[in-house]
């Protein structure tokens, strides 16, 4: 026994069941440790391991165990800091274990490096994590365990240990500092204030038009768990992009996915509200709009969150700010609601609301008719709509994170209940979707796992294809292959009269052949049929247990509407448009139709 050992046996006891690494010297004992307490997992690379570890925890709540990423010294640790932000930016748990030098060969005074591989893993980790922690000496069980649990408590987080070799392979310590932390973390969490929960039952009764805005920070079980109070009440709900598998598409008081690059017809709706009840979501600029200052025009908005910083960061205008968990608050709210519905449920108000927001989703279809492709490609926003009708209520469905394979899916996929859907929008990286769907498909045997990325963001990280197939992993892989990075070209399209660099295979970027690529790790492939995309036989193909790839051909000049735009005020200065204002612009009789509750003036602001 030694005292690595003892310190994985700590993990373990604090649920956690998966090691997702890449081997090295530096992390030789805990490499021997994890071999027979856990299901160890090994990466091709560093950032793939983080990445899947994140998607793990995410996709199943802590429910089926947790997978934490053991990583070298040097290059292990500068190679995983992209899945450390990701996981930071999201609020998610992940526990990064980095190898380190011997104490003794610790750089100090000044210099550079002393040991071999040796850099401050903690200098470059601390202000992405909720916590640090170097072990150059065996610290305690309680040391060891509230360090792990700064990250699964309050706004959750990535904690990052280095871990020095010599300090690895010590003795264990000694019974009487191995005490027992069960009763010794205690996270601060914000109480519920009951004055606060009765304030917004007020202002829900005196709502017309209300809407709740449901976040990453109400978690699936409890929303799946207070879904029937919701429905009792009958105020229509919208959900951000982290918590797009809280209510299924079909659902009556569905209201879509607001955002930037949300749904034209929720992004209408939510700009009509009279009351945006927030709950668990940062409200960053991406889901208010970038002109945050007309977000929600018409509404008193409740925004809910556990980070005090989120909410006095000034945007957007808040008229009641509570801090609390988002979960917690909710089910007090329905409770509360529960005893009080004869004063303020389901008012004929709320149904004409709820209808008028079924009349607008019929009105504005997520294939904008302006949207065009050239022969012998597929259509993706009609794609997805067929990919969403052929998937299962067990699936779990990973969007990529970037790019336009990730708008179609988050602006056309139609979720069903018992789905899960994880992204990681906050970093926006490419790359994540492979990394993502493996981490999601390791948590979730029983289940399919289906990938959507776009041909440039997978390129990033298919080196991890070699997982996938040691794994034997039933992942499903729908790669828009659209010669290179479509939002870039986009951008120099629009922006610079075409004058096209690094995009794509003509400018000089290099994309595999996917026939070949796939055969390499015996991976069946098949490229879709522009016509019929999912016909009887890539049907099957969907079916089959294991691995499997769909190549989607995409126009490369494929535009992806409706998008928010830029307009020139007045004044001549540049300004974005806010939601409900997207590109292209809709016809007057339907706008009129469709936003009734705008001014006028506020309703045709668009240039």
């Known amino acids: 026994m030694k005292y690595s ?53 995410e996709s199943n709540e802590g429910e089926g165990g947790r997978a934490f990423a053991l990583v070298t010294a040097g290059p292990g640790l500068t190679n995983i800091l992209t899945a450390i932000a990701g996981a ?24 550079r490096q002393r040991g071999i591989q040796e850099i401050d893993g903690m200098a470059l980790a601390q202000p992405i994590t909720v916590e640090t922690l170097r072990i150059h000496e065996p610290l305690s069980r309680t040391e060891i365990v509230n360090a792990v649990r700064e990250g699964r408590s309050g706004r959750k987080g990535p904690v990052f240990i280095d871990f020095c070799l010599d300090a690895q392979g010590a003795p264990p310590v000694v019974a009487s500092i191995t005490n027992s932390a069960k009763d010794q973390f205690v996270a601060f969490v914000p109480e519920v204030d009951r004055n606060l929960v009765t304030h917004v039952i007020h202002l829900l009764s005196e709502a017309e038009r209300p809407l709740i805005l449901l976040g990453g920070g109400v978690s699936r079980r409890k929303a799946e768990q207070l879904l029937p109070a919701l429905e009792k009440l009958g105020v229509p709900i919208s959900t951000t992009w982290n918590a797009a598998d809280r209510v299924g598409s079909e659902h009556p008081l569905y209201f879509g996915r607001p955002n930037t690059w949300g749904m034209r017809w929720s992004n209408v709706l939510i700009q009509q509200a009279d009351l945006v009840l927030a709950l668990g979501t940062r409200l960053g600029l991406q889901q208010t ?10 509404a008193k908005v ?20 509570v801090r609390a968990d988002a979960s917690e608050f909710l089910e007090l709210l329905t409770t509360e609601i529960n005893s009080k519905l004869d004063g303020i449920g389901a008012s004929s108000e709320w149904e004409a609301w709820v209808k008028f927001g079924s009349d607008v989703a019929k009105l504005l279809p997520t294939n904008d008719p302006l949207n065009a492709h050239a022969e012998g490609f597929v259509d993706p926003y009609e794609f997805i709509q067929i990919l969403s009708a052929a998937l299962e209520d067990n699936d779990v469905i990973i969007p990529c994170s970037s790019g336009g394979a990730f708008t179609v899916m988050m602006q056309a996929f139609a979720q069903k209940d018992g789905q899960r859907i994880i992204t990681n929008k906050g970093l926006a990286s490419m790359g994540y979707g492979l990394s993502g769907a493996i981490g999601a498909a390791l948590a979730n045997k029983n289940s399919r796992t289906i990938l959507v990325e776009g041909d440039g963001g997978f390129a990033q990280n298919l080196q991890e294809l070699g997982t996938v197939a040691a794994q034997r992993l039933n992942l499903k892989i729908f790669i828009f292959a659209n010669s290179g990075y479509a939002s870039i070209r986009m ?5 610079f009269d075409g004058a096209y660099m690094g995009c794509d295979t003509s400018t000089g970027l290099g994309l595999p052949d996917w026939d070949s690529l796939f055969k390499a790790y015996r991976i069946p492939v098949m490229e879709l049929n522009p016509t019929i995309p999912l016909d009887e036989n890539a049907m099957q193909f969907l079916l089959e247990p294991g691995p499997a790839a769909f190549i989607v051909p995409i126009d490369p000049e494929q535009t992806y509407f409706p998008k928010i735009s830029s307009r020139i005020t007045k004044n001549g200065t540049m300004e974005s448009n806010p939601l409900h204002l997207m590109h292209p612009a809709l016809s007057d009789q339907v706008r009129d139709t469709v936003m009734p509750y705008l001014e006028e003036s506020f309703r045709y602001e668009q240039n």
């Open 88 to 111: 930071y930016l999201e609020s998610r748990d992940l526990l990064v274990v980095g190898g380190q030098v011997k104490r003794n060969d610790l750089t100090t005074g000044g210099l």
């Open 289 to 298: 709009g970038f002109n945050w200052q007309k977000f929600a025009p018409l």
């Open 491 to 495: 951008t120099q399209r629009n922006y």
């Open 5 to 57: 050992d003892q310190f994985v046996d700590w993990l373990c006891e604090e649920g956690y069941t998966h090691c997702f690494y890449v081997a090295g010297g530096n992390i030789m004992h805990l490499l021997n440790s994890v071999r027979t307490r856990m299901v160890c997992v090994p990466f091709v690379h560093e950032v793939g391991a983080g990445i899947a570890a994140e998607y793990f925890n």
């Open 302 to 321: 409740v925004q809910v969150d556990i980070d005090e910083h989120e909410l006095s960061k000034g945007h957007p205008i808040l008229d009641m700010a």
